[in-house]
């Protein structure tokens, strides 16, 4: 059995529609997830964590429009420590297109 510590979000600008900005291909703890607001307003955040298969929705949100303030940077609580089987998805949205800033690392686990 492998075990990788690696970013699995590199970091970058979130858009304001549901994106996928990460598909586990191995069974994944997230270990730190972070988001950053850099503009001069408020900016809210939505997470979902879909289930392989699935699809952004109500049953999956973790995060619902959780506002950043300006220059604050939050660590993303609800999902640190979780592990996402083979196909869950980290989906998030935010309030203006590329106001936020996304980036997370985590524990990829491979093999037998």
């Known amino acids: 059995m492998a075990v ?45 964590w879909i289930p392989s298969g699935g699809g952004v929705g109500a049953a999956n949100l973790v995060v619902y429009q959780r506002y950043i303030q300006p220059s604050e940077t939050w660590d993303i609580l609800p999902i640190i420590g979780h592990v996402l089987a083979v196909g869950d998805k980290l989906s998030a949205k935010c309030s203006a297109n590329t106001a936020l800033n996304l980036m997370a690392s985590g524990v990829l686990v491979s093999g037998t």
Do not use: C, G, H, R
């Open 4 to 48: 990788i510590l690696q970013p699995i979000i590199e970091p970058q600008q979130i858009t304001n529609a549901d994106a996928t900005y990460f598909t586990a291909t191995v069974p994944t703890q997230v270990l730190k997830a972070t988001v950053a607001n850099p503009t001069a307003t408020a900016q809210w955040i939505s997470l979902n």
